[in-house]
């Protein structure tokens, strides 16, 4: 997201910037500090909401992916069932509850993302890091292999791979990582090219460290930190991939339901029951604001440079 | 500019032949058997074993590939066994509907992202450039596949004014041609907005203010000249990515293109129409990358002379 407060002023109001008052940088800087600040709070405490009510969710409120109950299918948002219980969300074509549909797809969305930023993120890196320390022929094998899958649409790359393993958690995870770890690879080569002739390296070489020690200690650390902004910007991506391959039928099975495929079931009940393609559609956007809006206001306040990656 | 010609030509034969090689590969060293995956799991023996041979796979690998390149070369996918004819033939008839959604979704987002970022970018900080970056906002984080579900209930089955899908006149393009635009519109919108906020302080812009020009004509005269040059690059290669969005707008429409039928065709198991729709996607989106460095490289001569 761009952040308005730190562009320059148009000339509508140019009188001002040409003629600051000395107090007036200062002051800028503070109230951008602080809004960076505030959205980084507020998207926090969204991601916290979600995690939480992915984690306990389901413990509260059963969701069993094979249960039916044809007595209370397509019931509106708030209906009081026969069991006992009010449905929030309305309940679904086999009168499931929506909500607790919600609570473990979330469960499942969360699960497949941060699965696939540890597999793509420790696939990239590695490969970013022997691109970017060794070089050579190796850098150039990579690099190209990135720029080949960048030049083709990944969600394609995903469909196919998607289509031939099949629909199951851990075939997500694998199809996504496929088509998310250049960027990581991409971000820790241009990082380790500006590390690896640094003083504090070429002294650490000097006292006799190994290519591993060095790797280790001295470059992959200075690399965690932009790492961490790029994975959480991915973070929203992948969850959304993950919903679109769902969608069609190709990311999580049955058992485990995630939104994306919810959102699916609903399409056959526009007509008598908006709830099930909507709520949850609208609960999918807000998380995936969450993390771009964090992704950003983290990129902003520790590395604004990553801006164009 | 020959040399940088020749150099991007090769370049995206390369990246084809990459996708040729990968979905080469992925289909064979899948774990399991090709013949099972295509024939499905209550096939016979014997079935599976006649297919094998038809298929070749009892060849060895660096054989099976060969004459693979050759099919590809010709342009030869085998048959559709559901429709029995050339599959890629099948894929081709669907194409033209695939790129009328294409351009109606690129001319959509460059109208609406080009204006909305010039007003983000007159009304800078002001109540219009906080409603255009919000929107830019939701347009990149809402799934298309939602928001064209969304528009289905909103505007065909609630006010009844569209078509919920299938393929027909003006008026069945502009839901899918919207949904698809959105993510494309966002982008444009944030380019032409910081494009244009990076030269309002820019010598010749104070100069064409001097000459007493309007505001209005300093931006679309002057100031925009700035901002086009990225906003062609990335609309050249957002139109690729619109073929690749297409699959699941399509899927939401019912719209009768090549998206469609590949996600009809992974489900009837027909690989060799999936073979066919991904390599025709992938061809178009290499040409259309080829045109635009092409492009760029005319319009920027800095380009082809850096490397």
């Known amino acids: ?309 | 500019m020959t040399a940088y010609l020749f150099r991007r030509t090769l370049f995206a034969v390369f990246v084809l032949w990459g996708a040729v090689t990968v979905v080469f590969l992925v289909l064979r060293l899948v774990p399991g058997d090709p013949a099972q995956l295509i024939l499905g799991s209550d096939a016979t023996q014997d079935e599976i074993a006649r297919l094998r041979e038809q298929m070749g796979l009892n060849r060895p690998l660096v054989v099976q590939y060969g004459i693979y390149l050759g099919d590809v070369v010709r342009f030869d996918f085998g048959d559709s066994y559901r429709y029995h004819s050339d599959a890629m033939g099948l894929v081709m008839g669907r194409f033209p509907l695939t790129l009328q959604l294409a351009v109606v979704a690129m001319v959509i987002g460059l109208v609406l992202g080009i204006s909305l970022g010039v007003v983000g970018a007159l009304r800078v900080n002001r109540l219009a450039d906080r409603v255009v970056s919000v929107f830019a906002l939701l347009s990149q984080s809402m799934p298309s596949f939602w928001i064209g579900i969304m528009f289905i209930l909103v505007f065909a089955r609630q006010l009844h004014w569209l078509a919920s899908g299938g393929h027909g006149g003006f008026d069945r393009l502009v839901l899918p041609g919207i949904t698809l635009a959105l993510p494309l519109i966002a982008i444009l919108i944030r380019l032409t907005r910081s494009g244009l906020l990076d030269v309002v302080h820019e010598n010749y812009i104070q100069t064409a203010r001097a000459k007493g020009l309007s505001e209005r004509l300093v931006i679309f005269l002057h100031a925009i000249r700035n901002a086009l040059i990225p906003i062609v690059t990335v609309a050249g290669l957002e139109f690729g990515k619109l073929l690749g969005g297409a699959v699941i707008v399509e899927t939401v429409f019912s719209w009768p293109g090549v998206g469609r039928l590949l996600i009809d065709s992974i489900s009837a198991r027909d690989y060799n129409v999936v073979q066919a729709a991904i390599l025709l996607i992938a061809c178009g989106f290499v040409l259309i990358n080829l045109v635009v460095d092409v492009l760029y490289g005319y319009l920027d001569p800095r380009i082809r002379l850096g490397r």
């Open chain 1, 1 to 309: 997201m761009d952040r308005p407060t730190e562009q320059v002023l148009p000339r509508n109001d140019s009188k001002a910037a040409d003629n600051p008052t000395p107090s007036d940088p200062p002051v800028a800087a503070r109230t951008r500090v602080k809004i960076g600040r505030l959205r980084i709070i507020a998207s926090l405490s969204v991601i916290a909401l979600y995690v939480v009510a992915a984690v306990i969710g389901p413990i509260l409120l059963k969701y069993d992916p094979v249960a039916t109950d044809l007595g209370s299918r397509l019931k509106p948002p708030g209906t009081l069932l026969p069991s006992g219980h009010t449905a929030i969300f309305g309940t679904d074509q086999v009168g499931q509850d929506v909500l607790a549909q919600m609570l473990q797809g979330a469960r499942v969305s969360i699960t497949v993302g941060l699965a696939t930023l540890v597999l793509a993120g420790v696939i990239g890196v590695a490969a970013g890091i022997a691109a970017g320390y060794f070089g050579g022929w190796l850098d150039t094998v990579l690099m190209r292999l990135a720029d080949v899958q960048l030049t083709f649409p990944s969600i394609l790359l995903a469909i196919f791979i998607a289509s031939i393993l099949g629909p199951s958690v851990v075939n997500v995870v694998i199809v996504l990582s496929i088509s998310n770890w250049v960027t990581f690879a991409r971000v820790t080569r241009s990082q380790v090219l500006g590390l690896k002739n640094r003083d504090f390296v070429d002294a650490t070489r000097t006292l006799g460290a190994r290519t591993w020690h060095l790797v280790t200690r001295s470059i992959l650390p200075s690399v965690i930190a932009p790492i961490l902004v790029v994975a959480t910007v991915e973070l929203g991506h992948v969850i959304l991939a993950e919903a679109s391959l769902s969608f069609l039928g190709l990311g999580t099975p049955a058992s485990t339901p995630s939104w994306g495929m919810t959102i699916a079931n609903g399409r056959d009940y526009l007509s008598n029951a908006w709830w099930i393609s909507t709520i949850p559609g609208i609960g999918l956007a807000i998380l995936v604001i969450g993390f771009g809006v964090l992704g950003d206001a983290l990129r902003d306040r520790f590395d604004p440079r990553l801006r164009s990656m």
